[in-house]
């Protein structure tokens, strides 16, 4: 069986797989969700939804660095892989072992692809159809709720020395013009540019992300001293986990803005 991932490359498959191992946290949830838990066999120790999955599985390292040799232990039938979280040194080692299927998502168009493509992977086309009926839905119901809401300008922080922002053509750009906000790093090119603290002003709003640096109302508290702008925590699993996560998110986005009018 022939697939084409995301990055357009061919992958090739003798049967459907039924050892997986997945080393991108939020395609680890999506899988689950597509009724595939017993079907995954390593995770990374980033795999922390759902709760209880890396009591059950195999833990073989991080999204940067992994242990070859225990992944060659699993015996898997399929590596999943994402372009921004795993490494194409990595990519290369992995494809050794077993077919490497890479993500690429930046859009939501593209998430709701990633799960089809899984869907069909898996042979678990309806359910993958369920979840994209689903998140197409809550999409459309978020932005009927935010499209009257004021167009607030947004600085979306992801790391700290130095300050690293999101910029365009990334996953979180999308879900931030989802809730109707605007995205004042405007860049095509530059994704994920270092910012210095005297542009954060620029912004209406500085949302500070719990990943993947880990900040905290702490962090909130000190910057609120110094800036103009609302400086406000952001959850990093909602505003950047790409899949079935969306599924999940329409109570949080709704308290989000709610607090934020």
């Not at 191992?21 to 017993?38: F, K, M, N, W, Y």
């Not at 009591?55 to 660095?65: A, D, F, L, Q």
């Not at 799960?115 to 998140?135: D, H, M, Y």
């Not at 702008?229 to 999940?248: H, I, N, P, Q, T």
Request: net charge positive; charged share 30%.
């Amino acid at each position: 069986m022939e697939f084409v991932d995301q990055l357009n490359r061919k992958v090739f498959l003798k049967k459907t797989p039924s050892r997986i191992i997945s080393l991108v946290p939020s395609q680890t949830e999506l899988l689950v969700d597509l009724g595939l838990r017993e079907n995954i066999v390593g995770i990374t120790k980033f795999c922390v939804h759902p709760a209880d999955l890396k009591k059950e599985k195999m833990i073989v390292g991080g999204t940067k660095k992994v242990n070859y040799n225990k992944i060659k232990s699993l015996n898997p039938d399929i590596i999943i892989c994402n372009k921004e979280e795993n490494t194409e040194k990595m990519v290369l080692e992995l494809e050794k072992i077993a077919p490497v299927w890479i993500s690429d998502v930046r859009t939501i168009d593209e998430s709701i692809l990633l799960i089809t493509q899984l869907g069909e992977i898996f042979n678990v086309a309806k359910k993958a159809s369920e979840i994209t009926s689903n998140i197409k839905k809550k999409f459309s119901e978020l932005r009927t709720i935010t499209q009257n809401f004021p167009k607030r300008k947004v600085l979306y922080i992801i790391w700290k020395d130095p300050y690293m922002a999101a910029g365009k053509n990334t996953f979180i750009d999308a879900l931030l013009q989802a809730n109707n906000f605007e995205n004042i790093l405007d860049s095509e090119t530059t994704r994920y540019p270092e910012i210095r603290e005297k542009e954060f002003n620029k912004a209406d709003l500085v949302l500070l992300s719990t990943e993947p640096y880990p900040f905290r109302n702490s962090d909130v508290l000190k910057l609120s001293e110094k800036l103009e702008a609302e400086v406000k925590l952001a959850d990093g699993e909602y505003f950047s986990w790409y899949g079935s996560r969306f599924m999940r998110s329409m109570e949080y986005f709704k308290t989000f803005h709610k607090d934020g009018k």
